[in-house]
């Protein structure tokens, strides 16, 4: 039987599902969620390729220019905030639905856009559809994962990410190549280049509409909704031969005393929050406060303008999204066999080196016509410099920060903190987006100082308090000892 309500069915369906196929169904569901992933990245990055475009047809300045950027950053905080108590509501699946209609009309808005303010208002759309998908795959994804796969699962929503980092690239690069006169040209089928660059989104945003339909809702959020049968259906997918009933009565256990979560559950001795929720909050701070979407958001601009031309900074934007992708094959390879904490101690350690090498490089660099003349020793350093960047963030930070997001705080609490660190990180994310331009215009070797010190303490910070969370269930999470401890 298929509905797992009778007990025939409930019987039958862990005996039929060996551990590999488990295995299999569990890194697709997996898999499907994480395409939220995809679309952040998409629509996050395909922007990248349009600034310049942005600029002359709109007459922006740099401020102007920053925040139009930015904006869809501050839509995703407060996507991120509703995200989690909406979930617990309605269900993770029908959130991802509601995220991908958003992200649809978003992508068409932004394409029709007809001046900087409605196109701020479109990409703010766009953004509370990303904050919600950042929420909800994380969490899903440590909510059907078994304890010990979870790391490699919880990293796919990074792969997705930077796959549709790399996507929107591609897409731009693409799309400039065949229009007359790049993004500020015209493109062959009419219409200016940008304005298919962002229509480009509606696309992977319909893909995710559609697969989120086909995936089971999470096993807690049945359990807690009393719909035991089809929790238990769902787990014996995912479980193989485990021990289903044992994990019902786990997540049963665990929320035997649930009610709406409250953001006053959160609140602790610890200026107004649990500890654990700070350290959420603050890995997520420190993600972007190394300014990693400077690379992803501003990469072509920032390479044309110390002397690269617009298909060459383009393709070196591609390049980076390339390095990107392999790196975080790496995180995944890594994760559950390291643990989370050496990765982030690595990954801090080589952005802080490669972060202090290209603020060398910028801030001695002769200034020619206001901006920073990279010659023939420190333009290929800079360049090199920042591919190992974005290796050393994509193979710890990206993917390892969301995994522990997903799995670092107990059940009960699970969503409201999961939304305020999310919420955390967009604000953090914005705040580097908005500032980078004018910062930069001043000086780009201070602004990569900047990074350069929150990379050093993002290392200090994880080497003090930040625990291991590996192979924990996520029952247990209660009982997480400090990193003094271990």
């Known amino acids: 039987m298929t509905t797992g309500r009778s007990g025939a069915g409930r019987e039958a369906a862990p005996e039929q599902a060996g551990p590999s196929h488990s295995a299999a169904t569990a890194v697709l569901l997996a898999g499907a969620a994480a395409l939220g992933g995809f679309l952040f990245g998409y629509d996050s990055s395909v922007i990248n390729g349009t600034v310049d475009a942005l600029k002359s047809t709109f007459h922006l300045n740099s401020f102007v220019v920053g925040f139009v950027v930015s904006a869809a950053l501050l839509g995703c905080a ?103 006169g790049g993004a500020s040209g015209t493109f062959p089928w009419g219409g200016g280049a940008w304005r298919w660059m962002f229509a ?48 019902i009565d786990e997540i049963a256990r665990s929320i035997e005393t649930d009610r709406p979560v409250r953001l006053g559950d959160l609140r602790g001795a610890s200026l107004g929050l649990k500890p654990i929720v700070w350290v959420g909050v603050l890995l997520s701070v420190f993600q972007q406060f190394v300014g990693i979407n400077v690379i992803f958001y501003y990469s072509s601009s920032l390479w044309q303008a110390v002397g690269f031309s617009e298909n060459d900074a383009m393709l070196t934007s591609v390049i980076n999204s390339i390095v990107n992708v392999a790196a975080t094959l790496v995180a995944i390879a890594l994760v559950d066999r390291i643990g989370r904490r050496p990765l982030l101690l690595a990954g801090a350690a080589g952005m802080a080196v490669t972060l202090a090498t290209l603020t060398v490089c910028f801030a001695t660099a002769p200034v020619v016509d206001g901006d920073p003349a990279l010659g023939d020793v420190a333009g290929p350093v800079a360049l090199v410099a920042a591919n190992l960047f974005v290796v050393s963030f994509a193979a710890s930070w990206g993917p390892v920060v969301w995994v522990m997001l997903g799995e670092m705080f107990n059940n009960f609490i699970r969503a409201s903190a999961l939304a305020v660190a999310a919420a955390a990180q967009w604000l953090a994310n914005w705040i580097v987006t908005t500032t980078f331009p004018g910062i930069s215009g001043f000086s780009l070797g201070l602004a990569y100082g900047i990074y350069t010190l929150f990379a050093v303490l993002a290392l200090v910070f994880v080497h003090r308090l930040v625990p291991e969370t590996k192979g924990r269930e996520l029952e247990d999470m209660d009982q997480i000892p400090s990193p003094r401890r271990t």
């Open 78 to 180: 407060v996507g991120a905030w509703f995200a989690g108590p909406l979930a617990d509501r309605i269900g993770r699946v029908r959130t991802m639905l509601i995220a991908s209609l958003l992200f649809v009309i978003s992508s068409a808005g932004s394409a029709l856009a007809f001046s900087a303010v409605d196109l701020t208002a479109w990409r703010l759309l766009g953004g509370v559809a990303i904050g919600a998908a950042s929420v909800i795959a994380p969490a899903y994804i440590a909510e059907i994962a078994p304890a010990e796969l979870r790391g490699r699962l919880g990293s796919l929503q990074q792969m997705a990410i930077v796959l549709g980092i790399f996507a929107a690239l591609v897409v731009d690069y693409v799309i400039a190549r065949v229009s007359d």
């Open 200 to 247: 480009s989104a509606i696309v992977p945003a319909v893909v995710y509409g559609v697969i989120a339909t086909t995936i089971p809702e999470s096993p807690r959020y049945l359990v807690k909704k009393r719909q035991v049968g089809r929790a238990r259906q769902v787990l014996a997918r995912v479980m193989g031969r485990g021990d289903v009933d044992a994990k």
